[in-house]
């Protein structure tokens, strides 16, 4: 498999769901093995987990001096979900637009601008050992396989959900149908807790399906596809892995995933060599 980038810019303005406030951000070409790279102007930074700095509903980069870029997770996700490994990322903002809550606008604008496979090929990163990850109940895992899969079971049983289990084996088809249109989700009896604690202040029924106490949409157009909210997590798992800046070979397993441990997972895989093997 072949590096890629996009033919032209591909530029997005939005609310950011954390701050509430219109965020611009653009997306430009790159040259082969640049990687993918976040830039505010004053500094870049590359899409690399031990760049993170902040996992507290989402992910954020750290570009030094205190900036931060927060809400990468599914324009990131959008990226890997595509093959495109070489971009520059500007934004003067501290949040990538949340868009509709899906990786879907992402997606569609890619595809509509162009995506330019280049002459080196892409890194792979094969799993060799089982790495687990276990935070309380939520736990994930790595293991060793032929491709890349994902099996993710969510507990929401607390919120009026019942636990839901969604299987995925990557492939761009499959990612664009299955996978991007799958958005943020919440649930109405953790408003208040987020007004009073001044988060997810852009959040609204245009960016996040809204569940009331007995696991009904409250949004008025209903789900767009069965399991939408453990898809999102498979979203945001396929966000989180792709900043080992590589395809992964492997098999992901998770019972409630979150942006917390993905990067505490990422840590514990390239704490040891011998955990993988990474090959071009
Ligand atoms: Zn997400």
């Excluded at 809550?101 to 002459?119: N, R, T």
């Excluded at 009904?216 to 789900?223: A, W």
């Excluded at 792709?242 to 990422?266: A, E, K, M, Q, W």
């Amino acid at each position: 498999m072949f590096q890629a980038t996009l033919e032209s810019v591909a530029s997005f303005d939005g609310v950011g769901a954390h701050s509430g406030k219109l965020c611009s951000v653009s997306i430009s070409p790159a040259a082969k093995n640049a990687g993918i790279v976040f830039s505010n102007g004053e500094h870049t930074v590359e899409a690399r987990f031990d760049n993170v700095s902040e996992t507290t509903l989402c992910t954020a980069l750290s570009l030094g001096d205190g900036a931060d870029i927060s809400t990468i997770e599914h324009l990131s996700a959008a990226l890997y979900g595509l093959g495109i490994t070489n971009a520059l990322i500007e934004t003067k903002d501290p949040e990538i637009p949340i868009l509709d809550g899906s990786a879907l606008p992402f997606v569609q604008k890619f595809l509509s601008v162009g995506i330019k496979k280049q002459s080196s090929r892409m890194k792979m990163l094969k799993v060799l050992v089982p790495i687990k990850v276990q935070e309380g109940e939520k736990w994930i895992s790595l293991s060793p396989a032929n491709s890349f899969s994902i099996n993710i079971k969510c507990d929401f049983t607390s919120k009026g959900l019942e636990t839901r289990e969604t299987s995925f084996d990557f492939s761009e088809n499959d990612f664009t149908k299955e996978i991007a249109l799958a958005r943020t989700f919440g649930f109405f009896s953790d408003a208040e807790f987020l007004r009073k604690n001044n988060l997810a202040k852009g959040a609204s029924l245009d960016n996040c399906v809204v569940f009331d106490d007995v696991g009904r949409p409250i949004n008025k157009e209903g789900l767009r596809l069965p399991n939408e909210p453990v898809r999102h997590k498979i979203l945001d798992v396929i966000g989180d892995l792709s900043l080992t800046r590589c395809n992964i070979v492997g098999r992901f397993d998770g019972f409630c995933p979150s942006h917390r441990i993905n990067n505490r997972l990422l840590h514990a895989l390239f704490e040891k060599d011998t955990n993988y093997e990474i090959t071009q």
